[in-house]
């Protein structure tokens, strides 16, 4: 049987989610087919092991008549027949295309009947859920309840947390990129200033999103890391919108080897630039799940996000230091002081470098 899951998520939902992916992959025996949505999901996970089929949809909350790409899920999905699914999205805007194609409730294992325990982290929950069968898989099984939960040695040997492999074609692509940019001999710091909500609004954008931090802020700790770390070139990553906020942190930082690198980093390249460098200092953000996912150690800062359900989690154990800030006692990143993110930084534990 191959399992199929459906997720709807950001970036770093999806990083969260191979937390999921690898527990199916081993009980099944198979790839995971993956619905989803949003350009990353294909390049992410595209090549990660136990992913099979992806199919994306633009939009969920398009009539599905005037939706070609939901129509095609839909075909794809009947064409693969039965099997068991996992629904894993909080809103049930994805649900009917599971109806549309045919797949009955008893195949379902649906995340809204099994919300979050108290204190549990969001790749428990994916981990946990992948255990729990559906109703027509243990009916067929005689083990019992929906609630029936498989534990075997292969399950139990998936490392809890989030994982991604970087391949080696993305390892020869970065070196390529680094040895253009003249970056191939240096050791790497990274930071991550912005995020997509960062750039909504144009200047509105620092009154609306609560995973902005003062560029000021910013360039203090650039040059704290600068001072600390002479001998690495410092890169700030980012997507195409975020060149430009990069360029003002870069300018009111004014030190040397620091390179923006906002509008060259696909995705592939983006992890295995995660994969190579030796830390990273961002906001709460997709990178910030992938670079754990890698083994990248990094501070990250948390904003109104719960840094005890979605810190960054990866396999390998890379050293985390988690910030948080209050303004007015509600949770706000406005409120994490520079000399916090300089003080992380310098406990933070470097990837090891071989000699």
Same mark, same amino acid.
């Given at each position: 049987?191959?399992p199929l899951?459906?997720r709807?998520?950001?970036?770093?939902?999806?990083?969260l989610?191979?937390?999921?992916i690898?527990?199916l992959?081993?009980r099944?025996?198979?790839?995971?087919d993956?619905?989803?949505?949003?350009p990353?999901s294909?390049p992410?996970?595209g090549? @990660?092991?136990?992913?099979g %089929?992806? /199919?994306?949809v633009? $939009?969920?909350k398009?009539?599905?008549w #005037?939706?070609?790409? *939901?129509?095609?899920?839909?075909?794809r999905?009947?064409?693969r027949?039965?099997?068991?699914t996992?629904?894993?999205d909080?809103s049930d805007?994805?649900?009917?295309?599971?109806?549309r194609?045919?797949?009955?409730?008893?195949y379902?294992?649906?995340?809204?009947n099994?919300?979050?325990l108290?204190?549990?982290?969001?790749?428990?929950?994916w981990?946990?859920?992948?255990?729990i069968?559906?109703?027509?898989?243990t009916?067929?099984?005689?083990?019992?309840?929906t609630t029936?939960?498989?534990?075997?040695a292969?399950v139990?040997?998936v490392t809890?947390?989030?994982y991604?492999?970087?391949?080696e074609? @993305?390892?020869?692509?970065? %070196?390529? /990129?680094?040895?253009a $940019?003249g970056?191939?001999?240096a050791? #790497?710091?990274l930071? *991550?200033?912005g995020n997509?909500?960062?750039?909504?609004r144009?200047?509105?954008?620092?009154?609306?999103?609560?995973?902005?931090?003062?560029?000021?802020?910013w360039?203090?700790?650039?040059?704290?890391?600068?001072?600390?770390?002479?001998?690495?070139a410092?890169?700030?990553?980012?997507?195409?919108?975020?060149?430009a906020?990069?360029?003002e942190?870069?300018?009111?930082?004014?030190?040397?080897?620091?390179?923006?690198?906002?509008?060259?980093?696909?995705i592939?390249?983006?992890?295995?630039?995660l994969?190579?460098?030796?830390?990273l200092?961002?906001v709460?953000?997709g990178?910030?799940?992938a670079a754990?996912?890698?083994?990248?150690?990094?501070?990250?800062?948390?904003?109104?996000?719960s840094?005890s359900?979605y810190?960054?989690?990866?396999?390998?154990g890379?050293?985390?230091?988690?910030?948080?800030?209050?303004v007015?006692?509600?949770?706000?990143?406005?409120?994490i002081e520079?000399?916090?993110?300089?003080t992380?930084?310098s406990?933070?534990?470097?990837?090891?470098?071989?000699?």
């Open positions: 049987m191959r899951a459906v709807c998520g950001a970036f770093g939902d999806m990083v989610f191979t937390a999921l690898r527990v992959h081993a099944f025996h198979a790839p995971v993956i619905v989803t949505s949003g990353w294909e992410l996970l090549e @990660q092991p136990g992913v %089929e992806i /199919w994306s633009r $939009s969920r398009t009539p599905y #005037l939706s070609a790409d *939901q129509r095609q899920v839909v075909r999905l009947r064409e027949g039965l099997g068991p996992w629904f894993c909080g805007a994805a649900r009917p295309l599971l109806a194609a045919g797949i009955p409730e008893e379902i294992v649906d995340v809204r099994h919300p979050l108290p204190g549990e982290h969001a790749t428990e929950q981990r946990r859920l992948a255990q069968m559906p109703a027509a898989i009916a067929a099984a005689g083990i019992g309840p029936a939960q498989f534990r075997d292969d139990e040997a809890p947390g989030c991604l492999q970087v391949s074609r @993305q390892r020869i692509d970065l %070196e390529v /990129w680094l040895r $940019s970056l191939w001999a050791p #790497l710091v930071v *991550q200033v997509k909500r960062t750039m909504r144009g200047l509105r954008r620092f009154a609306v999103n609560n995973k902005y931090w003062p560029n000021e802020r360039a203090e700790v650039l040059r704290h890391v600068r001072l600390q770390c002479p001998d690495h410092i890169v700030l990553l980012g997507t195409r919108p975020e060149y906020l990069n360029q942190v870069a300018a009111l930082a004014n030190i040397e080897r620091l390179y923006n690198a906002a509008d060259d980093l696909p592939p390249r983006l992890l295995a630039l994969a190579h460098a030796d830390g200092i961002t709460d953000s990178p910030a799940h754990a996912a890698v083994g990248c150690p990094l501070v990250v800062l948390f904003g109104k996000a840094s359900l810190r960054p989690w990866g396999t390998a890379a050293d985390v230091k988690l910030l948080c800030g209050q007015a006692g509600e949770p706000d990143m406005l409120g520079t000399r916090s993110v300089i992380a930084w406990d933070l534990k470097l990837r090891a470098r071989s000699v």
